[in-house]
């Protein structure tokens, strides 16, 4: 068990409709980062949030977007949804923002649009 | 931009036997970081090991270790005395030493026969 905490596990939606996936850091850490996996992408990073604020931003779509909250829990949205945003979407997190830090991996989101 | 390969798709081992996993990456970069990570078909990601690239020594845990060669930029991983937990995707991933963008390769799915 890392520690990440990521709901729901499984996510059923159609094309057209907005999402949002949860993430909840471990204890302590201040960092979190949303990536996705897709069969014909691999796993991509997506963006980086440090203690509220964006940190770093990867191959994100202008149809999704992620924030930080006060608690350090992060959420990703997902709008519009197209046939080719199913994937998992995976949550980590590390204690700060610097790259020596290693990142824990949440057991991610899968996500089906039909 | 940094890319990381992985071209061994599949390997497979005799449980108790050793099996080595290759990655490749290019970066212009000096300071960064190499990883392993495991992806049992549970899904979740686990790190199996990290490498600073500023320390000559390979990174050993347990029965798992790295070879770590700079100049080649290269960085195999070694699994030592296989046992059935193993069987899993492992991917090798890089982070710039101040960015967070981490990159991974396609992974390598490897069998553990009995």
Redesign the interface.
């Known amino acids: 068990d890392s520690g990440v905490t990521q709901t729901p596990k499984h996510l059923i939606t159609a094309t057209g409709q907005r999402v949002t996936l949860r993430c909840s850091p471990r204890s302590g850490d201040l960092s979190v980062y949303w990536y996705q996996q897709s069969l014909d992408q691999g796993l991509q990073f997506l963006i980086q949030y440090y203690n509220g604020e964006e940190r770093a931003k990867g191959n994100i779509l202008e149809r999704f977007s992620a924030q930080q909250f006060p608690d350090l829990h992060s959420e990703l949205n997902l709008s519009s949804l197209e046939l080719g945003d199913s994937a998992l979407y995976f949550c980590a997190s590390s204690e700060n923002g610097q790259g020596n830090q290693p990142q824990h991996f949440g057991d991610g989101t899968r996500l089906s649009i039909l | 931009a940094q890319t990381v390969t992985q071209s061994q798709p599949e390997m497979s081992v005799q449980e108790a036997e050793t099996v080595t996993l290759s990655c490749t990456y290019d970066t212009s970069e000096s300071d960064y970081?190499l990883?392993w990570?495991k992806q049992p078909p549970?899904?979740?990601?686990?790190?199996v090991i990290?490498q600073?690239a500023y320390k000559q020594q390979n990174a050993t845990e347990n029965r798992f270790s790295v070879n770590f060669q700079k100049a080649a930029k290269s960085f195999s991983l070694k699994i030592s005395d296989s046992q059935l937990g193993d069987a899993a995707m492992y991917?090798c991933a890089y982070?710039?030493?101040?960015?967070?963008?981490?990159?991974?390769?396609?992974?390598t799915r490897l069998t553990v026969k009995p």
């Open positions: 970081y990883f990570y549970s899904r979740q990601m686990i790190l990290r600073e991917f982070k710039r030493y101040n960015n967070n963008d981490m990159r991974f390769g396609a992974g």
